[in-house]
């Protein structure tokens, strides 16, 4: 069986079309993690922006989902 593991990032931008991005790990990228079981990706986006930036959020819009599969498996 397939289990999934639900992580996401987000696009933070302001009003002039400045992008928000951090280090991390010695590479750039947006902020993000992992959505815990149970949370809904707008609670979880939310909150991990505010834990990685201080930044408070207040209405983000999913764009887009994109599954990786870990092995390869039927129809792969």
């Known amino acids: 069986m397939e289990q999934a593991i639900f992580t996401m990032l987000c696009m933070v931008y302001d ?4 992008v928000l991005i951090q280090e991390c790990n010695g590479t750039i ?13 707008v609670e979880s986006v939310k909150r991990k922006v505010y834990e990685e930036t201080s930044y408070h959020i207040q209405k983000p819009v999913l764009c887009g989902i994109k599954q990786f599969q870990e092995t390869a498996g039927p129809g792969v």
């Not at 990228?29 to 990706?41: D, I, L, M, N, W």
């Open 29 to 41: 990228a947006f902020p993000g993690g992992h959505v815990e079981r149970g949370k809904s990706f």
């Open 15 to 18: 009003n002039q079309n400045r």
